[in-house]
């Protein structure tokens, strides 16, 4: 019989590869991987550089199955070590009702949820992003109008300097009608629980202040559960 779509792929995952790749350049990489999957043509390496660890995404050339993904889970890496591979299938099918779980963990966001350009594949989430599944359900928010002030002042500043207004006309500066500030709690709680798991993890945070354009109609959504990317 042959073998359902669901079950082929030409994307794995592998990892945790040799740490000492961790020094090395992403060809020695490329190198490392390809002779462990010694046998099946490769399209593609993308090594993927976490800290201390070395993973590495792969496109091979032709599909393979569940048995042969689990051969390769058998086959000693380097001759002694034994490594994860993983069906990494943009959209993989078998997946795509089971609710993110980078959603429910502990990063509580997934910069994959709407990736899928032959450049991103290997940024692609397979999993179920639906609404009801952020952790912003039910989030609510309100305007406050930013009275004139120093703050009023200091923002005008900030954003009138940040680039130029190119229009028909030419580079004309924009006329500040009105600023507004945005509450929202559930949003305030997700930013200190990620910038206290980062301060954690690295002793310190960095925050930088960007200016973001954007279509009314998606200044909703946007206010409601910020910008996903």
């Excluded at 991987?33 to 046998?39: A, H, Q």
């Excluded at 609710?99 to 910069?111: D, E, F, I």
């Excluded at 989030?139 to 009138?160: I, P």
Aim: contains cysteine; glycine residues 6%; hydrophobic residues 35%.
């Amino acid at each position: 019989l042959p073998v359902p779509p669901a079950t082929l792929t030409r994307y794995l995952w592998l990892g945790w590869l040799h740490p000492e790749l961790v020094l090395l350049e992403d060809e020695d990489v490329v190198a490392d991987v390809k002779e462990f999957l010694s046998g099946l043509p490769v399209d593609q390496v993308i090594p993927e550089r976490n800290s201390s660890r070395m993973g590495a995404y792969v496109k091979l050339q032709d599909s393979v199955g569940a048995g042969e993904i689990e051969n390769l889970r058998r086959r000693p890496y380097r001759g002694q070590y034994f490594i994860t591979v993983d069906n990494a299938q943009p959209s993989n099918p078998q997946l795509r009702d089971t609710v993110c779980p980078r959603l429910t963990g502990p990063a509580k966001y997934c910069r994959g949820w709407n990736l899928g350009s032959p450049a991103t594949w290997h940024f692609a989430c397979s999993f179920r992003h639906r609404p009801e599944d952020w952790p912003t359900k039910g989030a609510k928010y309100c305007l406050q109008d930013l009275r004139a002030g120093a703050k009023f002042e200091e923002v005008s500043r900030e954003f009138l300097e940040s680039s130029p207004f190119p229009s028909k006309l030419g580079d004309r500066k924009p006329r500040i009608l009105k600023i507004e500030t945005i509450k929202n709690t559930a949003l305030e709680a997700l930013h200190e629980e990620r910038t206290a798991y980062f301060r954690e993890k690295h002793g310190a945070v960095m925050e930088k202040e960007l200016w973001h354009g954007t279509s009314p109609a998606a200044l909703s959504e946007l206010l409601t559960s910020g910008l996903q990317p």
